[in-house]
């Protein structure tokens, strides 16, 4: 089922709605990255650590990579928005 969209979206979701060639633009580059091996190994160690802890598809905290190392759980919006700021490698 696709995600139902917010009545009041941020900016780069409202933007994204308006230019449909930028957004298959960013559908595009996604799924390029999302598929590197070292993309794929840190969404299952997540994904392992959710199982771990018994909360995987269940909605609530991400797990999230500190810079010691260590995994936390931690808000979705905070954890997703870290790093924004810089060009993409």
Not at 29 to 56: F, I, Q, S, T
Not at 68 to 89: I, L, Q, W, Y
């Amino acid at each position: 089922m696709a995600p139902r969209k917010v009545a009041n979206p941020r900016k780069s979701a409202a933007n994204y709605r308006k230019n449909l060639a930028s957004y298959k633009k960013k559908l595009a580059y996604d799924k390029k990255r999302n598929a590197r091996p070292e993309e794929r190994a840190d969404r299952a160690e997540l994904n392992a650590e959710r199982r771990r802890r018994g909360v995987y598809g269940k909605g609530g905290k991400d797990m999230s990579h500190t810079t010691n190392g260590r995994m936390v759980p931690e808000d979705p919006s905070t954890n997703r928005a870290r790093n924004r700021g810089r060009k993409p490698v």
